[in-house]
């Protein structure tokens, strides 16, 4: 294989044609959905929301890199029962970039996005979801605002034992490439960390809304110097403890990522007394792997939710 065709991503062999999905998938985009901007300390931050807003509110976050509309095939699912909103947090997707990142900020935009939906009007207080990166700013948004919400779900986001080797990988906050066509970026688009994904009409969505027009023609939207940066949410697993509300771990069942005594010691970190839930089939990227087996468990979820109080001892 020449080094040329190795850096090719799994969307090459399309040739820049869109790759079309099953009948939900097409119908789960094509629901409309408001766009809308808030300055939050400083940045324009971007966020899309679907459904009736006196509902309770479900925010969705997402990973490193990746934007809101990694939850255009989910919300539409979601948004009968919820008012359901989802962002891109600062230096992602259509928000602006920060000269500084910093998880308290991540919380702060959460928090923020949820207020100007409408959530902290309805009498039932939102919950949150989020995946990988976007799970470590919500475990912090549990611990200090618990109170305030109903509950979070905590997707494929690791805490790691004291004697288990952990870190993300160092990369270099160099430029991104400008590619003079959509077919060569697309060519290069790759999941973060890498993994397979036989889905390949939510890895070409996903890819496509991954880019921004430029000089010279398309790059990728996030601010390279995000992936430089280490971020830290202070003690992880006492801010797990420390969730003042509702929780829940999701998992995918071939996660590299967090396998299952990663699952296992989360769940002696919250007592025993939350739930661990398996995604079968699923690797780190869950929502793209097994979309509908998530919105299944994540709807039997909060219907149980329903029946138990919001708030949790710590």
Not at 131 to 144: D, K, M, P, Q
């Amino acid at each position: 294989m020449s080094d040329n065709i190795s850096r090719l991503g799994p969307l090459a062999r399309y040739n820049g044609e869109r790759v079309a999905g099953p009948a939900w998938f097409e119908d789960a985009i094509a629901v409309p959905c408001e766009s809308r901007e808030i300055d939050i300390s400083g940045a324009r931050i971007h966020y899309l929301r679907w459904g009736d807003r006196s509902k309770p509110g479900l925010l969705l976050v997402h990973g490193n890199g990746a934007h809101a509309y990694w939850w255009s095939f989910i919300a539409p699912f979601l948004a009968r029962e919820y008012n359901v909103a989802a962002l891109d947090l600062s230096g992602m997707g259509d928000s602006d970039h920060r000269s500084r990142y910093a998880m308290d900020l991540f919380v702060e935009e959460e928090m923020a996005v949820a207020a100007d939906a409408g959530m902290f009007e309805n009498p039932e207080p939102p919950v949150v979801v989020a995946h990988s990166f976007g799970g470590f700013a919500t475990i912090l948004a549990g611990a200090r605002h618990g109170d305030r919400l109903a509950g979070t779900v905590i997707v494929d986001s690791p805490v790691h034992p004291p004697d288990r080797p952990h870190g993300p990988p160092h990369r270099e906050g160099r430029p991104h490439r400008i590619y003079p066509t959509l077919n060569e970026a697309l060519s290069r688009f790759r999941l973060a960390p890498e993994q397979p994904c036989e889905n390949d009409y939510i890895v070409d969505f996903i890819a496509r809304k991954s880019l921004r027009a430029v000089e010279g023609g398309l790059t990728w939207k996030f601010d390279p110097s995000l992936w430089s940066q280490r971020f830290s949410i202070g003690d992880t697993a006492e801010c797990l403890r420390s969730t003042r509300c509702r929780i829940a771990i999701m998992r995918g069942e071939n996660s590299v990522l967090m396998p299952p005594e990663v699952g296992a010691y989360m769940y002696s970190l919250l007592g025993h007394a939350a739930p661990v839930i398996e995604i079968p089939q699923a690797r780190h990227h869950v929502m793209l792997d097994q979309p509908l087996a998530f919105v299944a468990a994540l709807r039997a979820l909060l219907a149980d939710w329903n029946h138990s109080l919001p708030t949790r001892r710590v």
